[in-house]
């Protein structure tokens, strides 16, 4: 029997080459390898502003960007959060054991609340409940992240013996999985900072589906600081950030490139990179327009995604029911 796998991406913005580097690349590799459920998360795209129209075209072109990037849809389960219920109720019940205490440590409700002061809404803060509960429905082994979901992959494991300390074994216990390299892409613009799809700054990020034109305008307009040799150096944060995306990029090693650019310029690697992302980003981008050129397509597969989704859902959630003791509906 394959081990399970679940992971997913907030709509808000577009899907960035942060996001592939450091999660959807290996979704992509592990999908052979595991039984993998791939979730657009609408519901903590709402913990933001969304206007409603452009919401819903966002998660349509999320949905096609997975498959456009190399998630298959008939092999794997990719689907809408919201179309599961499951995943709504089940944040109550967990919400009803999680301390107040814990989700104060989060560092992204922190940060987040500090970009977005006029909307520090309550769901910005139980955000991390409901990423438990989209895991722990689907009774998961692995969920591969970036560094940035770490704490709240945590708190999802201390919610599992919270629930389990109460009720009994009824959760598997999640590992995450994040990659050695690549799993904190940093931003053009300001490579102390991590590269966001939400950052108001567009140059700071580069997008799954930028012309190729603006791809080589980001990459040259890349922040790094005033040396010139090619090596990386913690202290040198942006130099050693576009060594990282070629690394992942071209599967080369850091001393390999650093021995292929002794001698050359920044502006040298800048140039190369650039053409790398152009020519990975080319083939997705070409499928990405294909598929949304039929939308029909794309509706058909989503009901594909959510109706195997479903049934692995609502089982977790009715165990859940019966153990925390709700009333049963049908006998
Ligand atoms: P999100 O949408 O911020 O990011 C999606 C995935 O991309 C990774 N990532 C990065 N990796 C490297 N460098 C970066 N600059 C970078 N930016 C983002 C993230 O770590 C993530 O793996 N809350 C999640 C979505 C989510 C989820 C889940 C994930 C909802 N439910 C259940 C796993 C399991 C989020 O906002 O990711």
Redesign the pocket.
Known sequence: MKKTL???????GD??I??Y????NNWKKLQDDYNCFY?V?DL?GLTVYQDPKAFKERSLSFFAQYIALGLDPDKNTIFL?SHIHEHAELTWILSCLTPMGYLNRMT?FKDKSAKNEKNINAGLYT??V??AS??LLYQVDL???????KQ??ELCRDIVSFFQNRYGETFKLPEPYIAKM??????LQDPTK????SDDNPNS?ISIIDPPKTIIKKVKSAVTDSGTEVKYDEEKAGISNLLTMYSVLSGKTISEIENDYVGKMYGHLKIDLADLVVETLKPVQEKYADLMKNKDHLHQLMKQGSEKARVVASKTLDTVYDKVGLYPEHF
Request: aromatic share 4%.
């Open positions: 679940l992971s997913g991406s907030t709509v808000t899907l960035t942060g996001n580097i450091g999660a959807i979730m998360a903590h959060q992204q955000y991390p409901l990423m989209d895991i969920v591969p992240v970036g560094e940035d979901q709240h992959l690549g799993a904190r892409i940093m931003s991590k590269m966001s799809k990020f």
